[in-house]
């Protein structure tokens, strides 16, 4: 019964269209204000010339600042937060898959690489991300 119920669920139904993302050369300040702005914990970095060459997400944020958690008031006035920049903290091992891609396999591509997020391009386009969270509420609201 479960796997009829989300057996046509594809990827391009329930992925973030024209997410947010910054540029490697930006500061971590820039990225974290980025995720804070638009209420998002993973962000495409997408080159000068419009290719997708990485991901930073609040996790790899956290790590590179040494906090035990991402709180505002912590990064906010960190010694690190302007001498990092994206490319110095993202994941280049992005996991990517197209719209028509099902759900159903997207979660298990995530499982496979341990990745909270995959990348949704169409050719070479960035068109949208899906994350866990995502693939969670789509699967409890389809049941």
């Given at each position: 019964?479960?796997?009829?119920?989300?057996?046509?669920?594809?990827?391009?139904?329930?992925?973030?269209?024209?997410?947010?993302?910054?540029?490697?050369?930006?500061?971590?300040?820039a990225a974290l204000e980025t995720m804070d702005a638009h209420d998002?914990?993973?962000?495409?970095?997408?080159?000068?010339?419009?290719?997708?060459v990485g991901v930073v997400t609040a996790r790899e944020c956290r790590l590179a600042l040494r906090l035990p958690e991402l709180v505002r008031d912590d990064w906010h006035d960190h010694e690190m937060i302007d001498k990092l920049t994206?490319?110095?903290?993202?994941n280049t091992s992005?996991?990517?898959?197209?719209?028509?891609?099902?759900?159903?396999?997207?979660?298990?591509?995530?499982?496979l690489?341990?990745?909270?997020?995959?990348a949704i391009l169409l050719g070479?386009?960035?068109v949208g991300i899906i994350t866990v969270s995502d693939i969670l509420v789509?699967?409890?609201?389809s049941t």
């Open positions: 019964m479960f796997e009829n119920a989300h057996s046509k669920l594809r990827v391009g139904d329930i992925m973030t269209r024209n997410p947010v993302t910054v540029q490697p050369g930006q500061t971590l300040r998002c914990h993973h962000l495409p970095v997408i080159s000068p010339s419009g290719h997708l994206v490319r110095d903290i993202m992005v996991v990517v898959a197209e719209p028509d891609t099902l759900a159903k396999e997207a979660a298990r591509l995530m499982l690489n341990y990745a909270t997020c995959i070479e386009t960035l789509a699967f409890v609201s």
